[in-house]
């Protein structure tokens, strides 16, 4: 039937054995079958941990990535001892305990069931199956399309890639098998199905070929089968903190990847649908947060809790091929409550001019933060803005409260300038000029004002002396200012500063004024700068020099001017920066650059951060300290003359110890020594000094003997190194030579071994004692003699071999009834013998002279003997009482 339908498929124009139509082995179904739906995704999950699964992976791809549920079939015959395989990609160890597959008994032959095989095997890189690891079987009659199910004795436990194999066991027998697609360049074609036919008109009988070679539009279909397996699951998860506050988010974070088989887009969805790009979210893991918002399906989340509270948190890990496995695991996350938001009570008015202040006090009596940075309830403030609190209860925070907006307002402008303040009695009134409105008073009694508003005084009605003006403004904001006003008959503008001489870094000097004396104009050559009305000398942005200060009061109705003068010297403030230092191994200096300017000598006191040191007198820039201990130095005080300065900068001095390094000494060795592996400590060094030196080993073969050092060196993490060094003598070895031996008989005597140089040597082996070679000690066979010279502690062997051999032979000649003479001969040899046997001869280097010849009881022969090289020339004789060996020498 089976030839018959063949030659059918083939003259319908069939390249191939499979031919689309409804009598041949390969055809489309007329239905498509029913595949089971994924399981939706619950939250009523069971935890399972150890997951039983069925990798229906070809029907997966028929049915998720297909055009439609039709597929075809393949018929597997008994009789041509066919088999058809799917591969399975699999990492990591999957136990397998039986095979699915979707199948039918083909009763095309007549027979009722059908008995299949199923296996599994393991594959090679072309994933065609090699060795078997285990089967099982199943019997069935149904012709109807179902899944079947051939369990193992006992599960097996695969560690890579492996194949399922499905095939008729019985000759008479076919095995439909339902395939999961015909239609050719289906995007999951993937090449992982193998059919094995040894029927001769297919291609490639008798071998592993994919599908495409036996169907004639090259289709790359699968068949539906699954392995039937079984993993652990593990939903293990990690939350950024289960104790936090209302509002803050919790990052959640699985802690364990599937690996092993569920890391195969065979036996994980979410791989399967990653690898064909269904979708690219994650369905492996899902978050149950405990508080009615919707599954998170993804590895990690961060969520933020709505409301305080307990919350039982879960992740699952969904497994299995069809995500019917479920894990999960549980961590409590406590949402604290937020404290309610304090309120601020002002003291008072919050409104107040420059100097003035509120207190403010928050609700909350303790864990108050300010925004001005103050923890405590109350808190006093001068300054303008809008100021807030939180309060911190149980390690939460609240709210901030309600801003509380403080408003300063600036104090008026009391100033005021008079023409002078040097008013002589015969001037006219003087009015100052001001800003804003006030009132002016005077102490003491004597000056009179014209008006206290403007104030004019009347200095026709004021006494002459010395007053404080002080003017008070009248804004909502009062202010006051006071300056000192002198009347006299003539003005005074002699003066003094408290020192003739300042550094630059010193505090700015006022000038000091006699009885009757007053401020009028101050002026200085070019390089003071001074207050031209208050004679306030600016040190720092003066130059170094000596200045004449002159106090200038101009000519006032019938008062004179005045001028007086005060010399003035400002000295440059010395600076010292510190620069330099660094980093060395082992002991010595380190330079300290200390830069100085100013004028010298210069008194130093620096500090290495422990110590401190005093130089004075220093004459030179730069002066250098040559350190000799670990610290960060730098300069406190610098001085020249009456002016001191702090340094500025800092060297780092840092020194760091060599490290200690050990050689293991190498003792002496000789040069055909094997090599020698070195050691030294710290590891991680470099061994060197000699060629025969490779990384740790040093190999003293080929070497010139004598006296080797060998140097270690080993460099620290601070680039600080040590070396090690190891002296020995490389002594030379003899070359020990040995003459070949000649054989010997088994009944010779024991003699002396010569031919080992250099002499005095000794020599060993089986039958070897005290130079001696005993033949019948040594025994039959070719033994081996080894020479050992010595010299300068140095050893050197070579070996060459004696061969013994029995020339008495097991049984002696008369046993045999033989007699073999002459001996030596010189042309012929006459062998007699009184019994049958059986010879040949054999010379000395083991080649066959007379074949093998037998010989009747009381008969002889005569061997020629004068075409033979002269030697040594063995006969060997056989008969039904044992051999013997007879030596024939040849002259």
């Not at 879960?314 to 479920?326: A, D, E, P, V």
């Not at 004002?449 to 004021?462: L, M, P, Q, Y």
């Not at 404080?468 to 002699?494: E, H, R």
């Not at 030196?693 to 140097?711: A, H, K, Q, Y």
Request: net charge negative; aromatic share 10%.
């Amino acid at each position: 039937m089976k030839k018959s339908l063949l030659v059918l498929s083939l003259l319908a124009g069939s390249t191939f054995g499979f031919a689309q139509n409804g009598s041949s082995r390969f055809h489309q179904l007329a239905n498509g079958i029913l595949l089971p739906e994924k399981p939706a995704r619950t939250n009523d999950h069971t935890k399972t941990i150890l997951c039983n699964d069925t990798l229906r992976y070809p029907q997966a791809k028929e049915q998720i990535l297909g055009t439609s549920l039709f597929t075809g079939y393949v018929d597997v015959w008994g009789v041509d001892n066919e088999s058809i395989s799917q591969t399975f990609l699999n990492t990591g160890n999957l136990p397998i305990s039986g095979i699915e597959f979707y199948g039918a008994n083909n009763d095309v032959d007549g027979d009722v069931s059908v008995t299949v095989l199923a296996s599994v095997y393991n594959v090679d890189a072309s994933f065609s199956p090699t060795t078997l690891i285990t089967s099982g079987t199943v019997t069935f009659s149904s012709t109807v399309d179902d899944y079947h199910y051939a369990m193992f004795p006992s599960p097996v436990t695969v560690t890579g890639n492996y194949a399922v194999v499905l095939k008729a066991v019985n000759p008479g027998e076919v095995l439909t098998v339902i395939l999961n697609d015909l239609t050719p360049g289906q995007s999951y074609d993937e090449l992982f199905a193998k059919f094995y036919s040894s029927y001769a008109s297919y291609p490639n009988p008798n071998n592993w070929n994919t599908i495409p070679v036996f169907t004639a539009g090259n289709y790359n279909c699968e068949p539906l089968v699954a392995p039937i397996v079984s993993y652990n699951l593990n939903s293990q998860f990690t939350a950024s903190a289960t104790n936090v506050c209302l509002g803050s988010p919790v990052t959640f974070t699985k802690a364990v990847t599937p690996a092993g088989a569920l890391s195969s887009r065979m036996s994980n969805i979410n791989l399967f649908a990653t690898y064909f790009g269904l979708f690219p979210s994650d369905s492996t893991y899902a978050y149950d947060l405990d508080n009615g918002s919707p599954i998170v399906w993804n590895g990690s989340t961060t969520y933020t809790y709505p409301a305080a509270g307990a919350y039982d948190v879960q992740m699952g890990t969904n497994g299995g091929f069809f995500s019917t496995c479920f894990d999960f695991s549980t961590q409590t996350i406590t949402v604290n409550p937020l404290p309610a938001a304090p309120t601020i009570t002002p003291g008072g008015s919050t409104t107040f001019c420059s100097g003035g202040n509120v207190v403010l006090t928050s609700s909350a009596a303790t864990g108050n933060n300010w925004s001005n940075g103050a923890t405590t309830q109350s808190i006093t403030v001068n300054t303008a803005g809008t100021y807030t609190v939180t309060a911190t209860a149980s390690g939460c925070t609240s709210p901030a409260s309600a801003g509380q907006t403080i408003t300063v307002n600036p104090l008026d402008n009391a100033t005021y300038t008079y023409p002078t303040n040097a008013i002589c009695d015969a001037s006219p009134n003087q009015t100052p000029t001001t800003s804003v409105a006030g009132t002016f008073s005077a102490t003491p009694a004597g000056l009179t004002f014209v008006s206290t508003s403007t104030g004019e005084i009347d200095v026709a009605n004021s006494t002459s002396g010395t007053y404080s003006i002080t003017y008070s403004t009248s804004g909502s904001c009062p202010n006051t200012s006071t300056q000192t006003i002198v009347i006299s008959g003539a003005p005074d503008a002699s003066f003094t500063y408290a020192q003739s001489s300042y550094c630059s870094n010193g505090t700015d000097p006022n000038p000091v004024y006699g009885a009757g004396a007053s401020a009028g104009a101050f002026s200085s050559t070019t390089g003071l700068v001074i207050n031209s009305s208050t004679g306030v000398i600016n040190l720092a942005s003066s130059n170094a020099g000596t200045y004449t200060v002159t106090n200038t009061i101009a000519a006032n109705g019938s008062c004179p001017a005045d001028a007086q003068t005060f010399s003035v010297t400002i000295a440059a403030a010395p600076t010292a920066a510190v620069s330099g230092g660094g980093t060395q191994c082992g002991s010595g200096t380190i330079p300290v650059s200390v830069a100085l300017t100013g004028s010298g000598p210069w008194d130093i006191t620096y500090s290495d951060g422990t110590t401190t040191s005093n130089a004075t007198g220093v004459m030179t820039s730069p002066f250098v300290i040559n350190a000799t201990a670990n610290g960060t130095y730098t300069v406190t005080t610098v001085g020249t003359g009456a002016c001191s300065a702090a340094g500025t900068g800092a060297a780092t001095v840092v020194f760091n110890p060599n490290p200690t390094v050990s050689f293991t000494p190498v003792v002496d060795i000789c040069d055909n020594a094997v090599p020698v592996t070195l050691a030294a400590s710290p590891a991680g060094g470099v061994f060197s000094g000699s060629t025969g030196v490779s990384g740790s080993t040093f190999d003293p073969n080929g070497l010139t003997p004598g006296s080797i050092t060998l140097t270690y060196n080993y460099t620290d993490a601070n680039n600080c190194s040590g070396s090690a060094t190891s002296t020995f003598t490389l002594n030379a070895a003899p070359t020990a030579t040995l003459a070949a031996f000649q054989d010997v008989c088994l009944q010779a005597a024991s003699f002396g071994l010569t031919g080992g140089l250099p002499a005095g040597g000794t020599y060993s082996g089986t039958g070897v004692s005290g130079g001696n070679f005993d033949p019948a000690t040594a025994g039959v066979g070719s033994q081996v003699i080894t020479y050992t010279a010595t010299s300068n502690g140095c050893s050197d062997a070579i070996s060459q071999t004696i061969n013994v051999e029995d020339c008495a032979g097991i049984i002696e000649m008369a046993d045999f009834g033989l007699e073999v003479y002459p001996n030596p001969a010189s042309s012929v040899v006459t062998i007699k013998t009184g019994k049958d046997v059986s010879f040949s001869m054999i010379s000395e280097d083991g080649k066959i002279v007379y074949p093998v010849t037998s010989l009747s009881m009381n008969t002889e022969t005569q061997l020629e003997v004068s075409h033979l090289a002269k030697g040594i020339y063995f006969l060997h004789f056989n008969n039904t009482q044992g051999n013997l060996v007879e030596k024939v020498i040849v002259k």
